[in-house]
């Protein structure tokens, strides 16, 4: 393949990211706004500021069910508007190079195999933890070519309904839409919390950033919440380690910024649930690539795809 560099798009439910990328990994430069409404003529424009002959292709890691021969978007819980869009065909015609297409967390888990925390284990799980929650999986120093939807696993047999038409979903008790969420109800219904004293008391603009930071104030109700969700990914993470015995967990995403309380739950909960042997042999460490690591797996895609690593 031509070309030493290649362009990784990140097109999540919050962020769209974009970054030219070398063959070893190297970022050269990125960008990123929040995911806009036309989304095409966005996705068009930050592939076309990174444009240059020795670009061998781009690489698309989008939130969402992708019809990978075809480049369809079957479901994508997040971003709607996407749905039955052929995002290869447009890219492609666009810009008339090879384009790939993977889901996002998908590219993620190949971006931390390929020069991340992943590096040093040939089968490892990833978890996305932010607006949603995704996962991808690396079997055999591959990518597994599987959904690997672990947002939508059901958690909770008459749970909350999940934007992908399901009840109880890992996402609806674990997310950041989740734990926002759920903090707004607590806030109407009376509790107190220094939350409310946010964003000049307009309790609905409140982020799990705020959730995160007042908790480290030692606030009851932030406190209380990150807990809740913890143990929520705490029973998706033993599910998964009982499933797949990986060598690692690897948690990407915002939401790993609340480690001390979010995920020590998670991870006390999973040792109750997983098997003992299993869960001892399993790492569950950060991702070292952080919000990179979309836009480097999904470069990596024009690069190795399913190759081993």
Known sequence: MSGNLAIGIDLGGTNLRAALVTRDGTVIKKKKEPTPER?????????????????????????????????????????????????LNEVQAKFNIPVFIENDANAA?????????????????????????????????RLLSVAAEVGHMTIHTNGQKCFCGNSGCLETCASARAMVSKVISALEEGRESMLRQLHEGNIYKLTAEDIFRISFEGDSLAREMLKDAGR???????????????????????????????????????SKRAFQGLFERVKIIPSLLGDDAGVIGSAGLVFHRFEEI
Request: aromatic fraction near 8%.
């Open 232 to 270: 929520c990914l705490g029973i998706g993470i033993a599910n998964i380690i009982n499933i797949l015995s990986p060598q690692a967990i690897v948690l990407a995403g915002g939401l790993t910024g609340a480690w001390d309380i979010y995920i020590r739950e998670a991870i006390k909960e999973a």
């Open 39 to 87: 989304i095409l003529d966005s996705l068009f424009a930050l592939s076309e500021s990174f444009f240059s002959e020795d670009v061998a292709g781009i690489g698309l890691g989008v939130a969402g069910l992708i019809d990978r021969k075809s480049g369809i978007m079957i479901n994508s819980p997040n971003i709607p508007v996407l749905n039955g869009i052929n995002l």
């Open 109 to 141: 888990a190949l971006g931390e195999k390929w020069i991340g925390a992943g590096r040093e284990f040939s089968d490892f799980v990833l978890f996305t933890l932010g607006t949603g929650i995704g996962g991808g999986i690396i079997k055999d120093n």
